[in-house]
């Protein structure tokens, strides 16, 4: 293969297509592999080629870019190489010993061509999906896996886009190229709420959907919703010892943590479920915080039970600890029965394997997924719906202006995936949603693509609420009949705004 063929400026356009089998692969000659190009592309190649791609078709999957694009992230990654593998594209649960099979056959592949026993190469095995983090040097390896009948996807491990493109001086974005954290409080206006019994708060938003009226029938209770995000404050009692607290009781609300904070891959100790970024405590307050006496903001399914994970340190699902920690978030709660709805707010500009496979299994046992459509500013505004909101197996919402007709937040992302939007702009003074502060006895304002999430995660639990034989499927109907622009669906907004009245009766 000719050197000429990978320059940058054919990057756009080139891609390795090979349908050789398996034995063919294996049978390569020494000539052919020692023809294989070696020079590596910088981040800046790499990144540029991932925008060119998002802004020329809406998606990047590493399956379509080059091998020596692929090498090349790998190597700035750590040499961490992500193995999808499986008897076909279907096949990502361990639940067969053929599984077991294939991951030795793939190991012995890697030993074979990195001249590297097994145990310095596997980095980790998952329990419950066929994947494996492995690691690669070697170009010609790539090329052995990507040809291998038995693997679905390879992926660099841990190539960190967000940081390269702050490294390479490229402008970051509010929520979907920088962290989305932060622990201010805010004196709420008076225009934003409106207080009702025991002392609650009732944000602004939540009339603009029938929320309260909803309430008379259905406040969430017997549902179980699971929040993916960067866990719970510990200095909020609403959403810790005093979760049951005014009109809100019975409940119970769980913390668990599955991120690892290190630079390297092997550790394995995560640094609990508490949240150090603030993002996830707004999002877990928005989905459910006590109908309190307080004079503290509402949740919208107030008698819901909480199940929260600490994922990530931040919304961008930006490296390996985070995208492994919210891959294990989705199967701990597909696993937990007791769970029905699962809300996150997070996400990537581009596809990542393992997260996939952690959806569709979720999916799989029932669950009903709500994801982020995207919030950003200057930098990604070219990118559509981000991952995993576009996945068929995830509802996607974002968030749209107070007024009449539909037009998007500020710097919420909108395209043909939305299923469902939320009002949470206000139109004079630009004010967001209203909920629980990071502190105790604090509120703030929360915005984007986010609080439109975890806003119809609720929504949706006062359905399931409201009839509890239902499962995902009729849930996701009533959901869309209750919806302003039903039957009919908007190229960029979904079904539109929800009743929440309408969706309980």
Not at 128 to 145: H, P, R
Not at 178 to 184: A, H, K, P, T
Not at 336 to 351: A, L, P, T
Request: net charge neutral; with cysteine; hydrophobic share 30%.
């Amino acid at each position: 293969m000719k050197k000429t063929i990978f320059r940058i400026c054919f990057l756009a356009f080139l891609g390795l297509s090979i349908s050789c089998t398996e034995d063919a692969v294996e049978n390569n000659t020494l000539e052919e592999v020692q023809n294989f190009n070696q020079e590596l592309l910088t981040t800046r190649q790499i990144n540029d080629e991932i925008k060119a791609t998002l802004q020329s078709t809406g998606k990047f999957y590493w399956k379509n870019a080059s091998l020596q694009m692929l090498w090349s992230a790998t190597q700035h990654g750590q040499n961490l190489v992500t193995i999808g593998y499986g008897i076909n594209n279907s096949d990502f649960e361990k639940s067969s010993s053929k599984s077991s099979d294939i991951e030795k056959q793939l190991l012995s592949i890697i030993s074979n061509n990195e001249n590297n026993p097994s145990e310095k190469i596997l980095i980790y095995s998952d329990p419950v999906l066929n994947i494996i983090d492995v690691i690669v040097k070697d170009q010609k390896t790539l090329y052995a896996l990507r040809n291998n009948k038995n693997v679905r996807y390879i992926e660099p491990g841990d190539y960190h886009f967000f940081q390269y493109e702050e490294e390479n001086g490229a402008m970051k974005s509010s929520s979907s190229g920088s962290s989305g954290c932060g622990y201010d409080a805010a004196t709420l206006s008076s225009a934003d709420y409106t207080t009702v019994t025991p002392n609650a708060k009732v944000p602004w938003s939540f009339y603009q959907h029938n929320i309260p009226s909803a309430w008379s029938k259905s406040t969430g209770s017997g549902v179980t919703i699971g929040v993916i995000d960067s866990g719970l404050s510990p200095n909020q009692s609403l959403l810790g010892s005093n979760f049951n607290n005014g009109d809100s009781s019975g409940r119970t609300v769980q913390k668990f943590g599955t991120y690892v904070d290190s630079i390297w891959p092997w550790s394995t100790s995560t640094d609990g479920p508490n949240d150090q970024c603030g993002h996830g405590t707004s999002m877990n307050a928005t989905a459910t915080a006590p109908r309190n006496n307080k004079g503290l903001p509402v949740g919208v399914a107030y008698n819901a039970n909480l199940i929260s994970y600490r994922a990530a340190a931040n919304v961008v699902l930006d490296g390996y600890h985070e995208q492994k920690g919210v891959q294990n978030a989705f199967t701990g709660l597909g696993n937990n029965s007791s769970v029905k709805i699962i809300s996150m707010s997070m996400g990537h500009i581009f596809s990542v394997g393992r997260i996939e496979d952690g959806v569709k299994y979720a999916y799989g046992k029932g669950k009903l997924i709500f994801c982020a459509g995207g919030t950003s500013t200057s930098f990604t505004n070219f990118v559509g719906v981000i991952f995993p909101a576009w996945m068929s197996e995830t509802v996607a919402v974002t968030g749209i202006k107070e007024g009449s007709g539909y037009n998007k937040c500020s710097n919420c992302h909108s395209g043909s995936e939305i299923d469902f939007t939320v009002v949470m702009e206000r139109s004079s003074s630009g004010n967001n949603t209203p909920v629980l502060s990071y502190y105790e006895n604090q509120s703030d304002y929360v915005g984007g693509s986010s609080v439109a999430t975890a806003t119809t995660a609720g929504m949706a639990a006062l359905v399931w609420s409201k009839n509890p034989s239902w499962n995902k499927d009729q849930v996701l109907n009533k959901l869309k009949q209750s919806s302003s622009l039903y039957p009919n669906k908007s190229s960029e907004y979904g079904y539109g705004n929800i009743n929440a009245s309408l969706a309980v009766q």
